[in-house]
């Protein structure tokens, strides 16, 4: 059964790019290998034997040009795809579309081989050409409108090469269709390839790339394809490629076609990088022409219409000498021409990650950088020395792995100096490493004790941490991965740093005021970086973790982006997050998921200091108000990746612990929350009973709403008497004079109040009375309410302090035996934790022959031992720090 649903889901969604892209097939019958060869063959051949057949002579067609032309198709979303020899081969064959007389409007930032050749029409052919600014699609209007005119062609390239300038391919191909239907507009997509922009799909006519950079990515052949979906047009195109004969040879095809099938990975890797260089370049004060960047003028044109910035970028230095030095200077970066290519680390001419230095027509001291797939830290550091060499930036401040760069500005001008992490030279830093080689936090979770669903209507509810606790390892490691492991949900992840979507991260998270005082509380997560993201989870079942794995990259990305000032230098890390709370249970697991995760990125990145052990014994806590403020701001945030809307309670009372007392803003009153301070050793002992009973907490809530709707003066009173409850338990848990049996007498009796009126709310469930009789009956005579909006079905007994191990041992094994699960725990203690982490024995052992033995427990422990012997294992590291 399953299997036939996933074969009816799969059949009726069309592939993925990558996918498409990575699988060759034909559905043409005559296309069919009779061997099933997995590669599609090279049909060397000039002349086919026989008459009638699908193919005769080469000229005309070649069963390899044909395999690569239908994929070129399928990839493109067109009807008609042509491959011949080189782009400018393309384009001439779509400039023989035009006849002596007709006129062209293109962009005046064209590629100079396109230049070249319609000035080769104009006293060759007599087709005039109007240059005009692409980049305002009103330019056009004037020429289009003139009835004069003969215009037959727009010929168009977005974004510009060197310049990346930004043509509305979309709007200009509309005014051209309103003004001028018979006209045609063409795109060189070169610099895009189908991966980042399919401009059919936009409007417009025939799409031509020099099949020579991307497509190939491997600068092994040269190459030229057109795309198109009108027929007559495509009727054209192949007279015209079998009359001259320009058709790509069967060998060509071949490698094009291998070629093609890598494209996305490609382009993702050599993308980020560039994304990364960009965002150096740009933090130094060079003018950077790339539209990854948030100045780039055109960027939200470019994002409407394309998928990418691309792996092209130019910067300019303001000094044509001093760009000769930057260029004569790179040891890794080539000097070449062309683009699109990955690399060849170790053959010099034909180096991809290349710089193109222009001499005429454009700004004289204009670097183009074309990059590959190298590791963007080795480019990043290469082009670093090259502009220390070339005098273009120099050294203020050295201290430790960090310094503090200057752009030296040619005409005297103001500097403007860059805090890196490292510096060139043999004693850099080997980069992208965390502050902290490994670091563990932990977050409590809570449970709600009074005033749950009243809260929704604005009635105070007051939440306690709990000592179940959220535990996240974090560890540095070497390979350019950062990795997600949650045992716990049986997941576990990596990804390459180089092909995070780095150009999507959020400007607004990565200022340094960000990285001082955290989001803004009103900050919402982007939509278009979480939906990138969501692709890349391999397990898409298994929500509850892609949610987390979405919230811990979305946090790091945009801390490694906001760190690295010169770019982002990503630490490679691992994180293995464990739970010593039940999940999903309504004892805020995912908070204290968010809060552990936050404080693992921000102290093992080093932007919060570890705070020192020795300060974790007095009563307020080791770590500084501020610090913790700082990470409630990223948990906030990662909260709303995994919930949409959260509250902020569960990740304020994680953070902070000890207890909250909140009230919702509602019309005419101001939201509240006071935090009660955790009371160190004076904790009140609960037991939490999980009944299991999955129930729907957005049925219960609504129906909650309807009965206040249907019934007020039944549910206001009720409502009425919650918040006197509350105010009663917030009183009583801030005072210091009270009697502490008389203070839990009271609790208990708060606690039966509560569940009174959430039972007559309609919220209640026989599991949870079952609790309740067992715990009340002889001999415990405990009260207990059910907690939280319900979704989780748990339980909350207030344990009083006389009450001896042994009678709770029987009690839960009472609750055991009706299959419930219990956890016994403290509520109102510390919120999050931090400890430094030293190798554990064994590793001291392997690495010092055993001189120096550690107290460290054994790592690997901590991936597999569970409940109260997680807690054991964490708690038993020493140092911990606590909020
Ligand atoms: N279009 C653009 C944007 C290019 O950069 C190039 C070559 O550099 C071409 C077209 C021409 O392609 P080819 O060299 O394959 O003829």
Redesign the pocket.
Known sequence: MQLTLLATRTAARPYRFATQCATVDNPDPQHKDQYGSSSVPIYQTATFKGMGGAYDYTRSGNPTRSHLEHHIAKISNARHAFAVT??????DVIFRLLKPGDEIIAGNDL?G??NRLIGYLKTHGGITTHHVDTTDPSTLVPLLQDPSRKVAMVLL?SP??PLLQIADLETIARLVRTHRPEALVVV?N??MSPYLCRPLELGCDVV??????YLSGHHDL???VITCDRDDVAKGIAFTINSIGNGLSPFDAFLLLRGVKTLSLRIDKQQANSVLIAQYLDQLGFKVNYPGLPSHRGKAVHDRIASGPGAVLSFETGDVAMSERIVGSARLWGIS???GCINFSHVSRTKLSCFKFYKRNLPEDLIRLCVGIEDPQDLVDDLEAALLEAGAVRVVDEAGARATLERVRPDGGDMKAVELKSVGGQERVKAGRPALERVMTSAPGKVILFGEHAVVHGVTAIAGAIDLRCYCLAEARSDGQISLDLPDLGYSQSWDLSTLPWHLVDPALTSSSCLKTGPKPDQAPSTELLTLLANQFVHQDQLKAVQAAQAFLYLYMHLAAAQGAGAPRPAAQSFTVRSGLPISAGLGSSAAFSVAVSSALLYSHGVLPLPSSSSSGDAKGGIDRAHADLVNAHAFLAEKVIHGTPSGIDNTVATLGGAVAFRRAVKGREGRLDVIEPQEGRGIRFLLTDTKVARDTKTLVAGVARRKLEEPDTINPLFDSIQRISDSAHSLLTSSTVDRAAQLAELAQLVDQNHAHLVSLGVGHAALEAVRSTTRGEPWGLATKLTGAGGGGCAVTVVPDDFSDDSLASLRSALASSGFETYSTTVGGRGFGVVAVPPSSAEVDEAEGGAERSKVPERRRFDECAGEELARWAEGVEGWVRA
């Not at 080189?86 to 384009?91: D, H, P, T």
């Not at 031509?208 to 950079?213: A, F, H, L, Q």
């Open positions: 080189s782009g400018m081969g393309a384009l590629y081989g396109s390239e510009t090469n060189d070169t610099m031509y790339d020099s099949g020579t950079k040269m190459a030229g021409v062309s683009f």
